[in-house]
């Protein structure tokens, strides 16, 4: 136990946040939690989250927490192909992004699958049991950050209440509220929208889909689009319709994204002159579309340390979702952080030890990701990304 712990704010209740203030709870150092969600059921995020276990495994193990997550976690197909726009395969396995080392600067070695999923509301359920009573307070939307000196700052709440903290920790994701206080960094539009979809259990309703999608995966792409579809717990096969264009596509095409058929129809029409088995990913989806524009920061995001501040997982690092693996890199810089800050006597070096380490291992991931997301979706592909995987395995 710190003789006098640092007052320590974490601003959102995602995986990375939460995963940070158990590990500094298990360590002896308190911590509180702002959620902006009146409850958990108020998360807003997509329902599952696949994490690469490479980075995600020794964070769940420095939390006490890695046995309780195999039992909510669902294998993923580990294998992915690529192909072009009439399913001919041109590579069997696309290559893994280049591994992340973890946060003692090796890769954890120890065994199980490279991929699992996990339901987004049974993880957090997880981490959020695991926290002592009271450690999350819901409904405390941060409304700014007013520096007090020595590394202080302020936080004014939507409600109107403030508090002091010596250490504030931005994990309040891609529009974080922090992230202001350290970098004039703004995530920006890739260019790229994918609109989610899926087929539930594929194997017994449509088993021409899942002999398509093989043990894991598809990436078919051509001339600045794509079809992913990808073997999910449960039998679900997960598809993305990817293109480059206006983030305001439905608009401008006249679709309300509520139209399931409507959308459809679209989707098709942009897909015309496609493999007919193919485009059977979007005819026999079910549960309608989302859209999701791809934003990302820039690479690389970096910022002058500054005392009493500091970012994880989004906040610091948003990155194309193709191979960027972010979901478990925020759970890496959760544990990371809290270890940094538990292992010495004063937290503004812990801090920097942690910034030092954990930007240019983003950066990593976030400009392979970048790269991926530009090969795939170019003009020229797929030999573009043939090309970037190719040189990717050497």
Request: charged share 20%; proline share 7%; aromatic share 6%.
């Amino acid at each position: 136990m710190h003789p006098t712990p640092p007052r320590i704010a974490i601003i959102g209740a995602g995986p990375g946040g939460l995963l940070c203030a158990r590990v500094l709870q298990r360590s002896g150092i308190p911590v509180t939690v702002f959620a902006h969600e009146a409850s958990v059921a108020g998360d807003p995020q997509g329902a599952v989250l696949e994490l690469r276990m490479t980075t995600a495994r020794p964070a769940l193990r420095a939390a006490g927490l890695y046995e309780e997550f195999t039992d909510l976690a669902r294998p993923v197909g580990q294998g992915m192909r690529l192909l072009d726009h009439t399913a001919t395969v041109l590579l069997q396995d696309i290559p893994e992004a280049p591994g992340v080392p973890g946060a003692s600067g090796a890769p954890d070695a120890s065994g199980g699958p490279g991929r699992a999923e996990a339901d987004r509301a049974g993880l957090r359920g997880l981490l959020l049991s695991s926290l002592a009573e009271g450690t999350v307070r819901w409904g405390s939307y941060l409304r700014t950050l007013h520096p007090c000196g020595d590394g202080r700052h302020r936080a004014e709440f939507d409600d109107g209440h403030t508090e002091t903290f010596d250490l504030v920790i931005g994990a309040d994701g891609a529009w974080s509220r922090v992230r202001p206080m350290l970098s004039d960094g703004t995530p920006h539009y890739s260019g790229v929208t994918f609109v989610e979809t899926g087929v539930a259990d594929a194997g017994r309703r449509h088993p021409h889909l899942a002999e398509l999608a093989g043990d894991g995966g598809l990436l078919a792409l051509s001339a600045g689009k794509g079809l992913i579809a990808r073997r999910h717990g449960r039998g679900r096969l997960q598809v993305y319709a990817g293109f480059r264009g206006s983030q305001d596509w439905a608009l401008e095409a006249g679709v309300r994204m509520t139209d399931t058929e409507a959308v459809r129809a679209v989707l098709l029409d942009g897909f015309a002159g496609w493999g007919d088995r193919l485009r059977a990913l979007l005819e026999e989806s079910d549960g309608g579309f989302v859209s999701r524009p791809l934003f990302a920061l820039p690479v690389p995001h970096a910022w002058t340390h500054t005392p009493g501040l500091t970012l994880l997982g989004d906040a610091a690092h948003l990155m194309a979702p193709l191979f960027g693996g972010g979901a478990g890199l925020a759970l890496l810089d959760g544990w990371a952080l809290a270890r940094a800050l538990a292992d010495g006597d004063d937290p503004d070096a812990a801090v920097r030890a942690y910034e030092a380490a954990m930007l240019p291992r983003a950066a990593q991931a976030a400009g392979y990701a970048a790269r991926a997301l530009a090969a795939a979706f170019a003009p020229d592909a797929p030999d573009s990304a043939l090309r970037f995987l190719r040189a990717a395995r050497e």
